[in-house]
Every structure is written in C-alpha cells, then in structure tokens.
C-alpha cells in the first residue's frame, strides 16, 4: 500500500502510522468501529488530536478496501494464534501448580 501525501497518516515498515506517532490506523480505525467518534477517540487518546484523528479517518475512507483489508488479515492473525496462547496460558498454570505442590511437599 503507498501513502499518498496525507500528511496525517505515514507508512514505516510496511505499516500504516498517525504521522509522528506509533500509533497504527488501524487500531484507531478499529475503535471508530466500534462506535467512538473523534470527540471519543480523543478522549481516550488525547496524544492525537482532533486534526490527526479527523485526518486519519479521511485517509481511511479514501482507501478504505485497503484499510480494511489490513484489519481483515489483523484479526485473521489474531485467530491463527489464539490457541497458541491459550497452550501458553495452560502451561503457565500447571507451571504454577507444580510449584505449588512442590512447596508443599518441602
């Protein structure tokens, strides 16, 4: 995807950034989604302002299919490792347990 000249949005390494930030599109993208609107999305992240956030979601919706496509394989990622973490999660308590007992048995 290349970056046309928003000066509020920048791509670095492939990703999609508020200009001058670390903070990723499509997260912001994501929580306009979900029902916050600019005065909402400043007020949780009130290191953007109205001018970056505004400028953000008009990128978003002159390049909306690419955007979205970006969220798309975002929470495909997210899915694929799921279980992953949930082996995680299970081996930490059971680590947990382990130790545990062997303070019991101590």
């Avoid at 928003?6 to 670390?22: C, S």
């Amino acid at each position: 995807m290349v970056v046309d000249t928003n000066p509020y949005v920048e791509q670095i390494d492939g990703n999609l950034f508020l200009a001058g930030t670390r903070h990723k599109l499509y997260l912001l993208v994501e929580a306009y989604h979900g029902g916050w609107d600019a005065e909402a999305l400043h007020e949780h992240f009130p290191h953007l302002s109205l001018a970056q956030i505004h400028g953000a979601l008009a990128y978003y919706f002159d390049h909306k299919d690419d955007v979205d496509a970006i969220i798309t394989e975002k929470r495909q990622m997210a899915e694929d490792l799921r279980p992953q973490l949930e082996d995680l999660q299970l081996r930490d308590r059971l680590i947990e347990r382990a130790r545990g007992l062997h303070k019991q048995q101590a």
